[in-house]
């Protein structure tokens, strides 16, 4: 049987040691496409292998908000607050191992807020059946990802977790049209200048076995968004994040604890918004 983990985790070796440049970007963006289509064959292996596993959650009202965090941020606790739910809570890790539904009335309108188990780093492999609960998360509208003030580091990960589930959190569908033609190779229009060559396009698309097609890019994207396009297959919600337990810990700590959240690059790189809960 192929291993398609040994073969990604090369890959992105290699694109940890190559610096991105004009003279690199090409081999940059190829090797991105390798690693998404064994990505996609290794979890269609994975799907085959555990059909019929997962959480079924019945959506009502509005909307559906689902809320996410690391086991025993307060995500219980948030929930039985806001709702009619009553949801388990406890000093320990994994308190809640069911998705727990609670509705918020917010002038005249139903918002359906969930409570879901704990994930941790290493979710989107299936890590404390991690793949399950990220899995309710693309039949919702927005992310609510809670953060304990002591904890700040856990946000990056949870982005990336979230990132490799193939949701992407506060960003659009990029405005590319790709139809597939019968002859005449790879043609590519554009109302925008972008970083990505024609050659790099070309050599995305044929990765994913795309020969012939016609694109149209209406606004700069970047080989990780071309990639997106192609496969088609990523759900796009809003996000908030929110640091919880801030009562416990001194104003100048939360407040610390924000400013490390803002100043991470990978943050900022994927827009979330941030607030802060202070506990009733």
């Not at 959480?55 to 606790?77: C, Q």
């Not at 809640?96 to 704990?118: R, S």
């Not at 404390?128 to 809670?146: F, P, T």
Request: aromatic fraction near 4%.
């Amino acid at each position: 049987m192929v291993d398609y983990n040994e073969q990604i985790r090369q890959l992105e070796e290699e694109l940890r040691k190559t610096k991105y440049n004009k003279r690199t970007q090409h081999h940059i963006g190829l090797v991105k496409a390798k690693i998404a289509r064994l990505k996609e064959k290794q979890e269609t292996r994975r799907r085959a292998a555990k059909k019929g596993e997962g959480y079924a959650v019945k959506r009502s009202g509005d909307a559906t908000v689902l809320i996410l965090g690391f086991p025993s941020v307060g995500k219980s606790t948030l929930l039985n607050a806001l709702t009619n739910a009553k949801s388990d809570i406890g000093h320990y890790a994994f308190t809640t191992l069911k998705v727990i539904p609670g509705t918020l009335m917010y002038n005249y309108a139903k918002i359906q807020l969930l409570d879901v188990p704990g994930i941790v780093k290493g979710a989107s492999d299936g890590t404390g059946r991690g793949k399950e609960v990220l899995s309710v998360m693309r039949n919702a509208d927005m992310a609510l990802i809670l953060v304990e003030v002591n904890h700040p580091g856990h946000l990056p990960v949870i982005l990336e977790e979230v990132y490799n589930t193939n949701i992407r959190l506060n960003q659009h569908r990029p405005d590319v049209r790709i139809r597939k033609t019968a002859r005449d190779g790879i043609r590519i229009g554009r109302t925008v200048r972008t970083i990505m060559r024609d050659e790099t396009i070309k050599g995305i698309l044929k990765e994913f076995k795309i020969n012939n097609a016609e694109v149209l890019i209406r606004e700069k994207i970047n080989e990780d968004q071309l990639i997106d396009i192609i496969e088609d297959n990523k759900v796009y919600m809003p996000a908030i994040s929110v640091i919880t337990k801030a009562d416990l810990v001194s104003k100048e700590k939360a407040e610390e604890s924000l400013t490390d959240l803002v100043l991470s690059g990978f943050i900022l790189r994927n827009l979330v918004k941030m607030q802060i809960w202070l506990n009733p």
